[in-house]
């Protein structure tokens, strides 16, 4: 068999920097004090929840673009978890500072973040930079991420607020539920790794 018949690999990520994949993830990264003007300072729920929207959208997109058309770098490897990390934050301190969350569901994102950042002293003394991403970790933002746009709709004096405030608590308490199982499984992945490999000097 020549090689001209092997299946192809999938790219390694380059070095380019501009590209749509790379554009639409800048555009989520402003997206986020957008977000805070119009919540915290304008009180304007509805263009808020608009950019949160549209921060899910392309999240999905970005994604989707740089597989089709072969634009994977390695600068969007890094803006988009870049960017998924701070919506994390900064959207339920926004939503707890307007009491649309309680405080304790803050303090458990928040914390989960802190206590995962504590693994990386331990993997970095063992050569390794980060874990494999766990699907269920995947899982566990994602509903987190449809719950708090759900939990702002929630507060809409309408149909679409009566509607939206159960189905937001459901799937905030099933990410949590995810988000803390996920944060066992890469401390235990953590603990391993430093009992089976030696310390780098």
């Known amino acids: 068999m020549n090689d001209a018949a092997a299946p192809a690999s999938d790219p390694a990520p380059s070095d380019r920097i501009v590209n749509v994949p790379n554009a639409l993830s800048v555009l989520r990264l402003l997206g986020v004090p957008l977000f805070l003007w119009l919540l915290l300072v304008e009180k304007n729920d509805a263009w808020a929840l608009v950019v949160l929207m549209v921060s899910g959208f392309t999240d999905w997109l970005d994604g989707k673009l740089a597989r089709v058309l072969n634009q994977q770098t390695r600068l969007g490897e890094l803006l988009d978890p870049a960017a998924d990390r701070l919506y994390m934050i900064a959207v339920p301190i926004a939503l707890a500072i307007r009491g649309i969350i309680p405080w304790w569901v803050l303090a458990l994102i928040v914390g989960r973040e802190v206590l995962l950042a504590g693994t ?60 803390w199982w996920t944060l066992a499984l890469y401390w235990y992945q953590t603990v391993l790794v430093v009992q089976r490999l030696p310390r780098r000097t």
Do not use: C, E, Q
């Open 120 to 179: 990386v002293p331990f993997l970095r003394s063992r050569g390794i930079t980060a874990l494999p991403t766990l699907y269920l970790g995947k899982a566990a933002t994602m509903a987190l991420m449809y719950a708090l746009p759900m939990l702002l709709a929630g507060t809409f004096d309408n149909w679409l607020g009566t509607v939206m405030h159960p189905l937001g608590w459901a799937f905030l308490i099933w990410g949590l539920g995810m988000y």
